[in-house]
């Protein structure tokens, strides 16, 4: 088989090249145009994920899908906005790919989509929790104090008290994951900040 038969095969849906240096205008305008619509189904990927936690209870009194549902319905009751409250129903959703490290994983997914104080609370809220039981561990309770001195400091510290730690109740009446899913899909609908913008710009 000889390579132009080969690169015919690709169809016209597929870019042509082979290696990314041959790529072209043509190849650019389908990646660009499927990437538009793949970019569009962020938010019932995210929500497929977020209900693998469902039944995962690891010990806890609640699994991991109700914990993230009360953290965020003890969010939205306490007034606080959709940027806000959807970081607190994806912020364990990094447990099942990031085990050792995830409130990295969900502040990755929401980063694109919230203020840089909402970004920064996920993405450390693991060391503020740990003041709730780390001691437990043998780890250090006070981890949250290299933070000390951080302008979202007390920011972080309220999310873990108000929220995060208080939400292992069983018999709390957590909205349930429908209530939350037009929030995920309004925060998500277009990056606030992206190296991708400008291309979904092209719309
Ligand atoms: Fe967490
Ligand atoms: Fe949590």
């Known amino acids: 088989m000889g390579v132009q038969?080969?690169?015919?095969?690709?169809?016209?849906?597929?870019?042509?090249?082979?290696?990314?240096?041959?790529?072209?205008?043509?190849?650019?305008?389908?990646?660009?145009?499927?990437?538009?619509?793949?970019?569009?189904?962020?938010?019932?990927?995210?929500?497929?994920?977020l209900r693998l936690l469902d039944g995962d209870f690891g010990g806890f009194p609640v699994d991991r899908l109700e914990h993230s549902l009360q953290t965020a319905t003890r969010a939205h009751r306490d007034g606080r906005d959709e940027q806000y409250v959807v970081m607190a129903l994806l912020h364990d959703i990094g447990d099942t790919l990031g085990s050792y490290n995830h409130p990295e994983v969900a502040a990755s997914i929401i980063k694109p989509f919230v203020s840089e104080e909402v970004h920064w609370i996920c993405q450390n809220h693991g060391a503020f929790q740990g003041y709730y039981y780390f001691h437990f561990l043998g780890m250090d309770q006070n981890a949250r104090d290299k933070f000390t001195g951080h302008p979202h400091y007390e920011a972080c510290r309220l999310f873990c008290e108000k929220y995060d730690q208080a939400a292992f109740d069983p018999d709390y009446d957590s909205e349930p994951l429908e209530f939350f899913e037009p929030m995920v899909r309004r925060v998500m609908a277009r990056p606030l900040a992206s190296a991708y913008a400008k291309a979904l710009e092209q719309e």
Do not use: C, N, S
């Not at 569009?40 to 990927?45: A, F, V």
């Open 5 to 49: 038969e080969t690169i015919d095969e690709a169809g016209p849906g597929r870019a042509k090249f082979r290696e990314m240096k041959q790529g072209t205008a043509d190849d650019w305008a389908i990646i660009g145009g499927e990437y538009r619509a793949f970019a569009k189904g962020l938010p019932d990927r995210v929500l497929d994920h």
